[in-house]
């Protein structure tokens, strides 16, 4: 039994879950261990290993029959999830704004717009990724500025977003934007548009990035892009601003799941490497300064990966889970930045080498404090919560 085979873990998912988690475990140790250093050092696109992502079903866990046919619990997508970031971070990333822009569709769509994309999006024929950050900012959502004026039968949007993760290979865009300017509160004004490629949008340039490499991450450019009245999400205006934050409860899941994958990396690494490693005639684990960094970052992982399946849990209560999500990713990011930069510790000056592993952790940990909301606004988020539940 591994960290991620833990008891609580067995007994919470069936055995077909089980399964699938374990045939994704598989696909990480056989298919990617074995290129992903080639594949982050040259910053190629994962073609083949996203084909077979789709061909696993990965592209549909969260949407059920009758869009799609490997629904699983929020459980078993997180720790999915994490296998593929212990694997790889950017492939767990290539399929985070997919899922929750097919929890939004779920949750908020209307028939005809859940028909319309969902079961292309199960086998991943479609992709689709979410735009919300502006280059004037990301966290202030309520002010964004991309507008959206009706004329006829269609929105026109105007506007720019940045660092639109997957924009490239997306050809379903959830576009959060103002379509009323007068609206008071200011998040009572907007909606989110489901935006198909088309004239009016362009990609910009790929930015240039410390680590999550393989992946796009894009300017967007909306001049006059037309799109029909039936592209907001639901159908009606003005909600968009709360249904895109319940998505981010999933979305903060994902990116809490991104992080313990990379978080077991890491720890697995240096655990290994201290048991081969020797100094002074003997394992270098059994000094007291190493064992004790390797006892910290086990308990590190495995308490960020009891809080991410707590989230999980929770969010399939269908109870309110922003304060749980929030919890998950402010300390399961926090914790793989710690534990990333202690296996460089373990590894002496082969962690500072780009032939180990180890340093593309440390350069992809930092993007989970950041992304799906910074934890600067995680702890915002959950102070407000705790207050307005009257505790924990
Ligand atoms: C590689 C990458 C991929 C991304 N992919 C996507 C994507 O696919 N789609 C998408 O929409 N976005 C994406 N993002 C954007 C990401 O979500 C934003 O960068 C993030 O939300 C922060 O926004 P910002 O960069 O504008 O920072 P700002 O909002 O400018 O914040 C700057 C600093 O101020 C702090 N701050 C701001 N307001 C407060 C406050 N009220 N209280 C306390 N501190 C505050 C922040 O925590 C931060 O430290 C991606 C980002 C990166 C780096």
């Not at 990333?93 to 929890?103: L, S």
């Not at 009016?200 to 930015?207: A, C, E, Y």
């Not at 990011?333 to 990333?340: F, K, L, P």
Request: charged letters at 20%; hydrophobic letters at 40%.
């Amino acid at each position: 039994m591994t960290l991620t085979e833990t008891p609580a873990t067995a007994c919470e998912l069936s055995p077909e879950e089980q399964s699938i988690v374990e045939v994704v475990r598989d696909f990480v140790d056989r298919e990617v261990k074995p290129v992903v250093r080639d594949l982050e050092h040259s910053n190629t696109y994962p073609e083949e290993l996203i084909e077979q992502m789709k061909r696993l079903g990965i592209f549909g866990l969260a949407i059920p029959e009758p869009y799609g046919d490997v629904h699983v619990s929020t459980p078993c997508y997180a720790l999915v999830t994490e296998e593929l970031a212990r694997g790889w971070m950017s492939l767990a990333g290539a399929m985070g704004g997919h899922t929750v822009v097919a929890k939004l569709l779920l949750a908020f769509g209307t028939e005809e717009q859940r028909q319309k994309y969902l079961p292309r999006m199960a086998t991943g024929a479609l992709r689709a990724t979410m735009a919300l950050t502006e280059p004037r900012g990301g966290s202030d959502l309520a002010h964004l500025s991309t507008s959206a004026v009706r004329d006829g039968d269609d929105w026109v949007i105007n506007g720019e977003k940045t660092w639109i993760t997957n924009a490239r290979r997306s050809d379903l865009i959830a576009l959060l934007c103002r379509t009323d300017s007068t609206a008071m509160p200011p998040h009572t004004g907007i909606s989110i548009l489901l935006t198909d490629k088309g004239p009016g949008l362009t990609i910009g340039k790929d930015l240039p990035k410390l680590g999550y490499k393989g992946v796009e991450s894009c300017e967007l450019f909306l001049d006059n892009c037309r799109v029909p009245a039936d592209a907001v999400l639901g159908g009606a205006p003005g909600h968009g601003f709360a249904q895109m934050m319940k998505g981010l409860e999933v979305g903060r899941i994902q990116v809490a799941a991104r992080a313990t994958g990379v978080a077991k990396a890491a720890f697995d690494d240096a655990l290994a490497y201290a048991q081969q490693r020797e100094s002074f005639g003997k394992p270098i684990w059994q000094h007291q300064s190493v064992g004790n960094l390797l006892a910290d970052m086990g308990t590190q992982y495995s308490a960020a990966h009891q809080l991410l399946l707590y989230a999980a849990r929770t969010l399939d209560s269908g109870r309110r889970c922003d304060l749980e999500a929030g919890m998950a990713k402010l300390f399961a990011s926090e914790a793989a930045m710690e534990i990333a930069v202690n296996a460089i510790r373990v590894h002496g000056g082969y962690g500072y080498s780009t032939e180990f592993d180890v340093e593309r952790y440390f350069r992809d940990a930092p993007l989970m404090i950041v992304g799906e909301g910074t934890n600067e606004i995680q702890r915002n988020v959950i102070a407000r919560q705790l207050v307005a539940r009257g505790g924990l």
